[in-house]
């Protein structure tokens, strides 16, 4: 998935929620994986990590399956 088809997709689901700020790390991270999906799963988990610890804030990760 590109960018561009990334971000398409985050709009449509989260409609005129959809803050792209509040994603551009998230995205930065997984673009620069660059296909390592170990690599990226790490690097959302940190983000995740962060955003945990800020009041009020639920991130909801779906698990990966095969």
């Known amino acids: 998935m590109t960018l561009p088809q990334a971000e398409a997709q985050l709009k449509e689901?989260?409609?005129?929620?959809y803050v792209e700020e509040d994603w551009t790390?998230?995205?930065?991270?997984v673009m620069d994986a660059?296909?390592?999906?170990?690599?990226?799963?790490?690097?959302?988990?940190?983000?995740a990590s962060v955003a945990c610890r800020r009041t009020g804030l639920v991130v909801k990760i779906p698990s990966l399956t095969k």
């Open 25 to 29: 790390d998230a995205l930065k991270a």
């Open 34 to 47: 660059e296909g390592d999906n170990i690599k990226a799963a790490e690097a959302v988990e940190k983000l």
């Open 13 to 17: 689901h989260l409609g005129n929620h």
